[in-house]
Structures are given as C-alpha cells and as structure tokens.
C-alpha cells in the first residue's frame, strides 16, 4: 500500500514570520475585588415641564383616551431645549452619590446607559465625571431600554472582579430628540428623564445573576429610521427612532415572563419572596400581562411609573425604582425583580436588594 499523503511544502523564503518566544513564566495577580456587590442608593431626575396627552394628540388624529387605554400613559416629562443627557444625569448622580453616602472621589467607574447621547463621540460618561470632578473609568452602553439592567450587571461584575470599588450606573434618555411627533405609532410613547444607582462592595449578594440576551434578527422592530450615513449630504428627514408596536409588543408579552421567572429561579428564592417587582414602563398592558403570566401575588408591589413618565427607555427602571423608595411602596432591604426589554431586540433580569 502506497503512502499518498504529501509533506507540506518547505518554506521558500527565510521572511516567514515566527512568534517570540514568551519570556518568562510569570503569573499575573489577581484582581482582588469585593466578595459581594449591591446597590446603595438610587437618584432620579424628572425634567420640569409635563406633557399631557392632550398635547400630542391633534398631531396623531389620536385621544387621550386611546392613549390611556392602549399604554397607560397620562403624561411625560419633557426636557428643556438645551437640556442636555449630562445635564440630567448630573441631577440624578449627585442625588444617588448623597442617598448612598458615597463621594464622587469614591466612584472608580462611570457607565452611561443610553441611546439619546445626541454625539457619536465622545460619549457622555466622561463628560459626566467632569461635572463631578472625578477622572474615573467612564463609558457609554447602547442597550435601550435593557441599558440600565446591563449596566448593573455589568458594575456588579466590576465591583467584585476589583476593576472599581464603587461604580455609579445612569440610565437617561432624552427621547424627544428622537422622536417623530408626527408618527402615531411611537408619538405618545416617549419620555425624558434619568435615574442613576450607585453600586458597590457588601458583605451579602445584593444582586443577583443576570439573565440577559439578544434577538438582533428582530433588530428593525425598534430603530433608528436611518443610519447617519444615510442622512449625510440627503434630504432625508431626522431620523427619528421607529417601532413596529405590535411585534415588539407581542415578543415582551410572551418572551419577557420567562426571563424573569429565570431572574428569580437564579437567584435562589421563589416569587413569593419578592418586595417588588419593577419591570420596563413600555406599557401598562405588556406589565398586566406578565404579572399575569408570572402568577406575581397580588400583595407584591408593582412598578407602574409609566402612567406619568411614559416610557423613558433605559431611565425607566431606575426612575421607577426611585418613586417606589420615595413613595415608601417597598422596604429597603427587600427583594425586587427588575426586568428591562427593548430595541436591539435585548433583554436583562435580576433580583437585586432594595438600597
Ligand atoms: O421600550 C421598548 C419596548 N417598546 C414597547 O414595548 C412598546 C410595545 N408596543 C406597544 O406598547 C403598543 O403596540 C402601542 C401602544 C405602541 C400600540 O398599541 P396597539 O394596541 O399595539 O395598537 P395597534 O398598532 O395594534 O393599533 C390598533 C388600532 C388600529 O386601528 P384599527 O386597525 O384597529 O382600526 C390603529 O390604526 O389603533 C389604531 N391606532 C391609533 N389610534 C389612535 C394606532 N395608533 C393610534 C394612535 N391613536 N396613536
């Protein structure tokens, strides 16, 4: 039997690279972070002027009492002019650094969740630490609506991995930016506003695992109408952010329930455990319909800020989460299931401890 497998064939060239050896055996130490990680405080910013329905409606041959029936949305906020994303951020940061008795110095990592920062570059956690007279690690997330629930993920990951002892978490929006007054379909929906948290290191879990992902197949269910590219040396108009209601409606009514019974599963307690239960303010209906599907026990708090704020995308949960604390609903100490969901498709859960 013949051999008919064939040598590679011998370099021609004595230019062919080889990589340097490494010189040593060197072992890297370890980053020494906190055993545990929770938020301690929560601040909120909601701009001054309110929007009612009955403001928006002529635009949309709409009524206020559609909009009520369809979201839950009785009014908005809206942010001045020039009011800026920094501007509220600012707001909220210093209200969360004060509730959670931490100092600007002490904050070791800025992460900005939002999708309004109306500058590709730079982004507006830096500009943030500026305001707060702080040079920390500062960057922004694009994770809409879910930004908030990703960035605590994320800074409880940095908390005990030892990258920050303490990192202050934004979720801000100004959607009126953004949105097209003239389109029924997302028109009312939108809000202005921010919330901040401040999480750093605890002697107990104070947040629990995440469940997260993403279905960017679905990806033009809530865009951007054009990318910026497209606009450049066009007359297209401001591309404004559109949604295809009904898809998005329909994959948060069915898909978002068993991400939080994961959320809750993960983190070793039951539903009956929970002091709360603050999902994403997208619409009063999509929150009905998953306590239904949750089978949430009707003495548990639920977060329904949407009602006066609409749905301010990676603000929501924080903003809400701060009404609930101040209106007294919920114990600080307890246990709430916040959920956020939205373009991307994304999605983040977790059962965190009530600062
Ligand atoms: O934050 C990110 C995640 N976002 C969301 O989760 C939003 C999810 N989607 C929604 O909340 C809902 O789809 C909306 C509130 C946006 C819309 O509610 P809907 O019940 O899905 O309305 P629809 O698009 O199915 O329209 C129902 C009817 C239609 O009339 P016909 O065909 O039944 O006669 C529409 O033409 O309502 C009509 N309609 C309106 N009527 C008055 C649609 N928009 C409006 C409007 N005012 N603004």
Not at 256 to 263: C, D, F, N
Request: aromatic share 6%; with cysteine.
């Amino acid at each position: 039997m013949s051999d008919t497998t064939q040598a590679p064939p011998a370099p021609t060239t004595s230019t062919t690279p080889t990589a340097p050896k490494a010189k040593g055996t060197g072992t890297l130490a370890a980053g020494d972070g906190a055993r545990h990680a929770r938020i301690w405080g929560v601040g909120a910013y909601r701009p001054e002027r309110v929007v009612p329905n009955t403001e928006l409606v002529e635009r949309i041959d709409s009524s206020d009492q559609w909009i009520r029936e369809r979201s839950g949305i009785i009014s908005r906020r809206m942010a001045a002019k020039d009011e800026t994303v920094v501007d509220m951020s600012e707001h909220a940061a210093r209200q969360a650094l004060d509730v959670a008795g931490v100092t600007a110095s002490q904050i070791g990592a800025i992460i900005t969740a939002t999708v309004t920062h109306p500058y590709q570059t730079p982004a507006a956690a830096p500009m943030l630490a500026d305001r707060l007279g702080i040079q920390c690690a500062a960057f922004d997330i694009s994770a809409a609506c879910a930004g908030y629930c990703y960035a605590i993920s994320l800074a409880n990951d940095m908390v005990r991995g030892g990258s920050a002892e303490y990192v202050l978490v934004i979720g801000v929006e100004k959607l009126s930016d953004f949105t097209d007054y003239d389109d029924r379909g997302s028109a009312f929906i939108f809000g202005d506003g921010a919330g901040a948290a401040v999480v750093g290191p605890s002697d107990t879990p104070g947040i629990g695992p995440t469940i997260w992902g993403s279905d960017g197949a679905q990806w033009q269910a809530i865009s951007q109408r054009e990318p910026w590219t497209d606009i450049r040396d066009t007359d297209k108009k401001w591309p404004a952010i559109g949604m295809a209601g009904q898809t998005v409606f329909r994959w948060a009514v069915w898909g978002m329930a068993p991400v939080a019974q994961q959320a809750i599963d993960k983190a070793g307690i039951t539903i009956n455990d929970l002091d709360a239960f603050i999902p994403h303010q997208a619409n009063m209906r999509i929150i009905d319909a998953m306590i239904k599907q949750l089978k949430l026990p009707a003495d548990i708090p639920v977060a329904r800020d949407i009602a006066e704020t609409a749905n301010t995308s990676a603000a929501s949960v924080p903003l809400a989460t701060e009404r609930m604390i101040r209106e007294k609903q919920i114990p600080s100490g307890g246990l709430a299931l916040q959920i956020g969901f939205g373009a991307g498709l994304v999605y983040a859960a977790q059962v965190i401890v009530i600062p």
